[in-house]
């Protein structure tokens, strides 16, 4: 079974500018959540999609948002880029929604690596 | 979501076995203890979760007391191929929590 894809893997962009980053989650699975991973903040979450409803949403400003289809694919979309916003930006799918209690593993893609001029 | 404290790094040997503990006190109830290992510019690997006494897996084990205030992860005949950073995440998303994986452990295995 494929494991989570995340397109592209690298990306500059510049200031002001604005991106779209892809996920596909493993197959079956209806649960993406996105993050942001830099040296300095750790491992953040952004938010989370199921059946294509944002159920969770972390405590980023509204330039980043995100979308999934009926296919259960997900984009999120970072708008009036900032130098901050460069990052790895991971993709998670897991099969059913993230829990309050955790017992729902998460399988994450490879990351895109957006690099802010 | 409970709050993790694991050590920042470790350094061990090739062939020895790695145990990191990481301390939860406020660990809820419900709440499950999963491992996750980071390698550089790669996303999160799931490695084993737990909810009580001990689990087992190809790859780890996870040690897990009778108050379930802390959790160690143990690594057999750790390989070069293994150094990484490591997360215990306790429980899940709280809907105000920003950062839901702490700093890790960061291992590193020498020859």
């Known amino acids: 079974k494929a494991g989570v894809t995340q397109t592209p893997r690298y990306l500059i962009k510049t200031r002001g500018q604005q991106v779209t980053l892809s996920c596909s989650p493993i197959?079956?699975?209806?649960?993406v959540s996105w993050y942001q991973q830099t040296p300095g903040q750790g491992l953040q979450f952004l938010f989370e999609?199921?059946?294509?409803?944002?159920?969770n949403k972390g405590n980023f400003p509204g330039r980043f948002s995100g979308r999934q289809f009926s296919n259960s694919r997900s984009e999120m979309n970072v708008s009036t880029l900032e130098l901050g916003d460069s990052a790895l930006y991971l993709c998670?799918?897991?099969?059913?929604?993230?829990?309050?209690?955790?017992?729902?593993?998460?399988?994450f893609g490879p990351g895109t690596r957006l690099l802010v001029l | 979501l409970a709050k993790t404290t694991q050590p920042i790094s470790m350094d061990s040997y090739e062939g020895q076995e790695v145990n990191i503990t990481c301390s939860h006190n406020n660990i809820a109830t419900n709440d499950y203890i999963t491992w996750y290992q980071q390698f550089p510019s790669q996303g999160p690997r799931f490695i084993i979760q737990?909810?009580?006494t001990k689990v087992t897996n190809e790859v780890a084990s996870l040690f897990i007391p009778a108050d379930r205030k802390s959790s160690t992860l143990s690594l057999p005949r750790v390989s070069l191929s293994d150094t990484a950073v490591y997360y215990c995440l306790v429980g899940e998303l709280n809907r105000d929590d920003k950062i839901i994986f702490g700093k890790g452990t960061r291992l590193h295995i020498l020859p």
């Open positions: 737990g909810y009580k």
């Open positions: 999609y199921f059946s294509e409803t944002q159920r």
């Open positions: 998670a799918s897991s099969l059913g929604p993230r829990g309050l209690a955790g017992a729902e593993t998460q399988y």
């Open positions: 197959s079956g699975h209806r649960s």
